[in-house]
């Protein structure tokens, strides 16, 4: 059998005018595993509220982030999947979960490619229903439908893989060598609570509270507040951060529903509020600067510090194309096998 690689990522609108916003946004959001609630419900929220506002002021904010090649998230995903490709021997496609660059597009890229063994990375250090889960979900109903002669393995989430702790710290550390800062923030992207309680494989540990996220337990292989704890204590660890000098958000809350907390914008303009000049943040939670990244942290989430007292606020940026970040997805290019009919370890 001939092995690829479907690198997969969450996508952009087309364009930052609101039309294709919208487009964008109405793929992602009827997406039942993003706002997992009944369709007519969803429709009702998304098709008769959201998106007869959201899009303009979306598109805004991507205007504000946009580059001359295009959205940020897809010029990085691009780079990476380059840098990789002059690694291996091995076909790299490059896909997006929503938007134009389709999971579709990306399987027949490699089927034209002569590959029928393919390993699908979704760039989630953390498992999430919406984002994880709902590749996985849509690559097997296209195997099924279009592609029923592949072998299709999915990489799980990589949250507390030695060699990504490893370079994710570094990138920290490099940043942040000749700077002074009070606080590190770790700002993850939200979800619903809901969404934690639902993948809860055992059906009674997630609590939400102090306690159950750092009590072992097998529902943390589909809990993402787990995950993304673990990946701020494995990194804290690794930089020796002392107690007290850095700590966890959650950003990009929508809608009414209790999400994870604290949110981020109340925590910078707390850690103002309270005295910090100079803090902080990464945002581990995305493996390429996007819109979340350049756009809600770099520019809101500083207006929120200094306008609450703050002085120096600095973001660490993604990861993104380093050479040692394409190093380590090549690594596991290299060495993944299959575990079980859909599950890969690197
Ligand atoms: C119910 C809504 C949302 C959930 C749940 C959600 C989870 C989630 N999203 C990411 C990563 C990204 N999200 C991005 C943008 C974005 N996310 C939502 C909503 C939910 N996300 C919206 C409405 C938007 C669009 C932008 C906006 O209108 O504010 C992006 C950026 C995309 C880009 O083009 O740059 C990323 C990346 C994760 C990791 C996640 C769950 C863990
Ligand atoms: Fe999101
Ligand atoms: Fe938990």
């Known amino acids: 059998m001939k092995k690829g690689v479907l690198l997969v990522n969450l996508g952009s609108p087309d364009s930052t005018d609101p039309k294709d916003v919208k487009k964008y946004l109405d793929e992602f959001l009827m997406d039942p595993r993003v706002i997992d609630v009944p369709f ?4 009702f929220i998304v ?3 959201i ?14 982030i946009w580059w001359k090649e295009g959205s940020p998230l897809i010029v990085i995903s691009e780079r990476l999947q380059k840098k990789i490709q ?6 790299i496609a490059l896909a997006m979960r929503y938007g134009s660059m389709t999971l579709k597009k990306g399987l027949q890229e490699l089927v034209d490619k002569g590959v029928d063994d393919i390993l699908v990375i979704p760039l989630y250090p953390q498992f999430a229903m919406a984002t994880t889960e709902t590749i996985d979900v849509k690559i097997e109903e296209l195997r099924k439908e279009f592609f029923p002669q592949l072998q299709i393995a999915s990489l799980p989430a990589f949250y507390n893989k030695p060699e990504y702790i490893e370079v994710l710290s570094k990138s920290i550390s490099e940043k942040l060598k000749n700077i002074e800062y009070e606080h590190l923030l770790f700002s993850y992207h939200g979800v619903p609570e809901r969404h934690i309680y639902k993948r809860d494989v055992t059906k009674s540990h997630c609590k939400i509270d102090g306690t159950c996220c750092v009590t072992p337990s097998p529902a943390h292989q589909f809990c993402y507040r787990h995950q993304c704890l673990q990946t701020t204590a494995l990194v ?9 000098t850095y700590s966890n958000a959650f950003q990009s809350r929508l809608g009414f529903d209790p999400w994870l907390k604290p949110p981020t914008d109340r925590t910078i303009e707390r850690l103002a509020l309270e005295g910090t000049k100079k803090m902080a943040i990464v945002t ?11 756009e809600e942290i770099a520019m809101e989430g500083q207006e929120i510090f200094h306008e609450a007292g703050g ?5 660490v940026p993604c990861l ?3 050479d040692d970040w394409a190093e380590i997805l090549t690594g596991w290019i290299d060495r993944w096998r299959i575990v079980d009919t859909k599950t890969a370890i690197a």
């Open 51 to 64: 998106l007869n506002t959201r899009p303009k002021k979306s598109a805004e904010a991507y205007e504000k």
């Open 320 to 322: 993104n194309d380093r």
């Open 236 to 244: 804290a660890e690794k930089l020796n951060l002392k107690p007290g």
């Open 40 to 43: 007519w419900l969803r429709s």
């Open 86 to 91: 002059q690694k291996t021997t091995a076909p």
């Open 311 to 315: 002085k120096e606020f600095t973001v």
């Open 284 to 294: 581990p939670a995305f493996v390429s600067d996007c819109l979340e990244t350049l």
């Open 47 to 49: 098709r008769g509220i």
